[in-house]
């Protein structure tokens, strides 16, 4: 019988059992790391494949190169690549006679429907079965856009290879062809002395200077040069035409860098919040506004905040002087003023002035004493929601504003006026209409985007680069922090409040004179391929779970995003793997990263860039015939 073992060989055996645990921890840890190939594995505290912020010692991120965010295909390059190597790619690149497809304005699809209000240039996306999987090519030769503000001025042809606009409206000064680009003189059908005199002469009527207006709607937009030229007044614009016989009119707004979406009114309702703009503006934009009851200045009045103004020039203001020229008749052209004039006197707008081409008028600041009058006036619609507005019908009623206690209130809230308006308290948030989210909410999102964009700025050194982006989507905006944070850089954001969020409040971010949309992320945006620059979602796909596809959605991230582009995706980590994986078909280089807080959280941040890739020549010459 063995005797017990003596004290200095039991801490020998020890010390060896201790080392032995030791090694085949480790060893686990080193096969784990390899069969992973670095990706993230999904227990909170993982290890992660990070970016190594340059100038940065971090001991959280890895050594791993980093992503490249620069941009190369820009103004003074010539050629493009081929397409990449596809053999063990899913989604294949889509034929070029895609190359500005838009999904849910496809024009073939739409002549399926209706022509009464011109419906069929609604908004009809795909069924499901019939919905692309294949990645849309940019044109050979396409290259990054000038940098802004030169962008104001100048678009690559190959970007937007249509000429029809240089022919159709060359008298009109919208549009010149040169050489390897377009000039954008920044004129327009009413305003042949450029859109920026053009403003200087609504500013001798209205007061464009002191930060009353801040957000502005131009309806039937054209090439969006009226919304170019307000924002060096610090006015933001948001500009929409439909997809229509004029080639690509949103596409060259949005290459030039201004604001713009794929719209039209028709028989829903625009895809904005109640009492969202400051002015809203038509130039000649070809809206029957007395027909069909008023029902579309019905809507302006809407989305117009209270004491919001509404701009009319073209027909038929000042016809006694201009009908001759319009090629209608006096009578036709009365017929039609009054039709207008009748229908804001029923709106209760008061019409400010009528001088050369222009014609003003104001929405009132509450309902008070339209209300005591309502003989003369429109029905208050019944109950409802009135910032509803994704496929919702219009209706001849007005939408009745907020109650006030006297007349001298503003309905709703008074806004403060730019620059002050973007960190003021909203008052949808102050007087308690959105539901959960209170003043110290408010504080702490702003206070923490402030914080995660400048963590941001250290792994994607380009967002401190003037110019290197332009054009922003935030997927999924809540209060505009995201947006807010970038106030002082030359970039405007689109932020969308996703039809499924639980709470609606786009509202918030307009009265903090922001702009965005309303967005199924189910269906494809209204919007042209290669709108982008930079796409930033937040828990965008844990928000779609069990509702959509998330091949879907990537495949429309990778439609709207640019060459060369970039994407911020926050969300789970084990959300973030599978994002991951498809990303690398979608020919993105793409690497996870710890969350700001550090390796302990279980959201983490997938950085990505849309490789550089274009139709070869050849097929883009054969594309060229074939469109």
């Known amino acids: 019988m063995a005797g017990p073992i003596p004290p200095q060989n039991w801490k020998i055996s020890k010390l060896y059992s201790i080392t032995a645990v030791f090694f085949l921890s480790y060893f686990s840890y080193l096969l784990g790391v390899w069969q992973h190939d670095g990706a993230a594995t999904s227990g909170l505290g993982a290890t992660?494949?990070?970016?190594?912020?340059?100038?940065?010692?971090?001991?959280?991120?890895?050594?791993?190169?980093?992503?490249?965010?620069?941009?190369?295909?820009?103004?003074?390059?010539?050629?493009?690549?081929?397409?990449?190597?596809?053999?063990?790619?899913?989604?294949?690149?889509?034929?070029?006679?895609y190359s500005e497809y838009t999904p849910c304005e496809d024009p073939k699809r739409s002549l399926k429907f209706s022509r009464e209000r011109l419906i069929y240039r609604e908004r009809h996306c795909p069924e499901k079965n019939k919905v692309l999987k294949c990645r849309i090519p940019a044109p050979y030769g396409y290259k990054n856009p000038f940098k802004w503000p030169v962008s104001r001025?100048?678009?690559?042809?190959?970007?937007?290879?249509?000429?029809?606009?240089?022919?159709?409206?060359?008298?009109?000064?919208?549009?010149?062809?040169?050489?390897?680009?377009?000039?954008?003189?920044?004129?327009?059908?009413?305003?042949?002395?450029?859109?920026?005199?053009?403003?200087?002469?609504?500013?001798?009527?209205?007061?464009?200077?002191?930060?009353?207006?801040?957000?502005?709607?131009?309806?039937?937009?054209?090439?969006?040069?009226?919304g170019a030229y307000l924002l060096s007044r610090n006015i933001l614009p948001m500009s929409f035409a439909p997809r229509d016989t004029h080639e690509a009119q949103v596409q060259f707004a949005?290459?030039?860098?201004?604001?713009?979406?794929?719209?039209?009114?028709?028989?829903?309702?625009?895809?904005?919040?109640?009492?969202?703009?400051?002015?809203?503006?038509?130039?000649?934009?070809?809206?029957?506004?007395?027909?069909?009851?008023?029902?579309?200045?019905?809507?302006?009045?809407?989305?117009?905040?209270?004491?919001?103004?509404?701009?009319?020039?073209?027909?038929?203001?000042q016809w006694r002087k201009h009908w001759k020229g319009w090629r209608r008749s006096r009578e036709d052209l009365n017929a039609e003023q009054m039709q207008i004039e009748n229908v804001t006197k029923s709106l209760c707008w008061k019409k400010l002035v009528e001088k050369d081409d222009l014609a003003i008028?104001?929405?009132?600041?509450?309902?008070?004493?339209?209300?005591?009058?309502?003989?003369?006036?429109?029905?208050?619609?019944?109950?409802?929601?009135?910032?509803?507005?994704?496929?919702?019908?219009?209706?001849?009623?007005?939408?009745?504003?907020?109650?006030?206690?006297?007349?001298?209130?503003?309905?709703?809230?008074?806004?403060?006026?730019?620059?002050?308006?973007?960190?003021?308290?909203p008052p949808r948030i102050s007087l308690g209409t959105i539901s959960g989210v209170t003043a110290e909410t408010f504080r702490q999102d702003s206070k923490l985007w402030k914080r995660r964009l400048s963590y941001y700025k250290t792994i994607n050194n380009q967002l401190e680069q003037v110019g290197r982006y332009r054009n922003l989507l935030d997927m999924n905006a809540f209060l505009g922090g995201f947006a807010a944070s970038l106030i002082k850089d030359p970039v405007w954001v689109m932020n969308i409040v996703p039809v499924e969020a639980k709470i609606n409040t786009l509202g918030v971010i307009y009265e903090r004179g922001l702009i965005?949309?309303?967005?199924?992320?189910?269906?494809?945006?209204?919007?042209?391929?290669?709108?982008?620059?930079?796409?930033?979602?937040?828990?965008?796909?844990?928000?779609?779970?069990?509702?959509?596809?998330?091949?879907?959605?990537?495949?429309?991230?990778?439609?709207?995003?640019?060459?060369?582009?970039?994407?911020?995706?926050?969300?789970?980590?084990?959300?973030?793997?599978?994002?991951?994986?498809?990303?690398?078909?979608?020919?993105?280089?793409?690497?996870?990263?710890?969350?700001e807080n550090g390796p302990l959280e279980r959201e983490k941040l997938l950085f990505a860039v849309k490789l550089y890739w274009t139709t070869p020549a050849s097929a883009n010459q054969q594309g060229s015939k074939t469109s």
Not at 48 to 58: E, S
Request: hydrophobic share 35%; glycine share 6%.
């Open 48 to 97: 992660i494949t990070c970016i190594l912020p340059r100038n940065t010692t971090n001991p959280q991120l890895s050594t791993r190169t980093p992503l490249d965010f620069t941009s190369h295909h820009s103004a003074d390059e010539r050629g493009a690549t081929t397409f990449p190597d596809e053999t063990l790619k899913k989604y294949p690149p889509c034929s070029i006679k």
């Open 153 to 226: 001025d100048l678009v690559w042809y190959a970007n937007v290879p249509h000429k029809e606009l240089t022919v159709e409206k060359a008298v009109q000064n919208w549009i010149r062809y040169e050489d390897d680009r377009f000039r954008f003189p920044g004129g327009g059908t009413m305003f042949p002395h450029g859109a920026d005199a053009y403003i200087d002469d609504i500013g001798k009527l209205i007061n464009l200077k002191n930060g009353s207006i801040r957000t502005a709607i131009d309806t039937g937009c054209g090439v969006a040069s009226w």
């Open 516 to 595: 965005g949309t309303y967005q199924s992320w189910c269906e494809a945006m209204s919007t042209y391929p290669r709108t982008y620059d930079l796409i930033h979602a937040d828990s965008v796909f844990t928000l779609y779970k069990d509702r959509c596809e998330m091949e879907d959605i990537l495949l429309e991230m990778d439609r709207i995003l640019r060459p060369e582009g970039s994407l911020i995706i926050r969300d789970d980590v084990d959300m973030l793997v599978k994002v991951k994986r498809i990303a690398e078909v979608l020919n993105w280089d793409s690497q996870i990263v710890d969350h």
């Open 361 to 425: 008028w104001q929405k009132p600041t509450n309902h008070l004493h339209c209300k005591k009058v309502q003989k003369n006036y429109l029905p208050l619609c019944p109950a409802q929601d009135p910032d509803k507005a994704w496929y919702t019908n219009l209706e001849t009623c007005l939408t009745p504003l907020p109650n006030v206690s006297n007349n001298q209130e503003v309905a709703g809230g008074e806004l403060k006026k730019w620059p002050w308006r973007l960190n003021a308290m």
């Open 254 to 317: 949005l290459e030039r860098g201004v604001p713009a979406l794929i719209g039209i009114m028709a028989s829903k309702r625009l895809p904005y919040p109640s009492r969202a703009f400051d002015m809203a503006h038509c130039s000649r934009c070809l809206i029957p506004w007395g027909q069909y009851d008023g029902l579309y200045l019905i809507e302006v009045d809407r989305i117009l905040r209270p004491g919001g103004y509404w701009i009319l020039s073209g027909p038929p203001i």
